[in-house]
Nanobody
Framework: QVQLVESGGGLVQPGGSLTLSCAAS????????MAWYRQAPGKQRELVAT???????DYADSVKGRVTISMDYAKNTVSLQMNSLKPEDTDVYYC???????????????WGQGTQVTVSS
């Protein structure tokens, strides 16, 4: 059984920083890609940032220059460093992982449980 566990959300003032982490656990053969999404109530989930197995990254225009996604491949953990946070960054943030399990190389498209980020003074 492969699962994702997120941590690091919370309340931060505008202009502040926050780091989210997401650890994949279980019988993992390889991680194809991991990503962070966010979703506000009543809105569609939107992509924030992605990172693939080669370290290639991509970011939503709304967060470029303020957010960095990184991956510890040894620990199967993805992090999202967010700086210069704005009130409009307030959302529930979800980790997504595209993972192949061991030993049969079965593909899983998994979601974390979500973590609340609130940017407010």
């Amino acid at each position: 059984q492969v699962q994702l566990v997120e941590s690091g959300g919370g309340l931060v003032q505008p202009g502040g920083s926050l780091t989210l982490s997401c650890a994949a656990s279980g019988s993992i053969a390889s991680v194809a890609a991991m990503a962070w999404y966010r979703q506000a109530p009543g809105k569609q989930r939107e992509l924030v940032a992605t990172i693939n197995s080669s370290g290639g990254t991509d970011y939503a225009d709304s967060v470029k220059g303020r957010v960095t996604i990184s991956m510890d491949y040894a620990k199967n953990t993805v992090s999202l460093q967010m700086n210069s946070l704005k009130p409009e960054d307030t959302d529930v943030y979800y980790c997504n992982g595209k993972i192949y399990s061991s030993p049969h190389f079965e593909f899983f498209d998994l979601w974390g449980q979500g973590t609340q980020v609130t940017v407010s003074s």
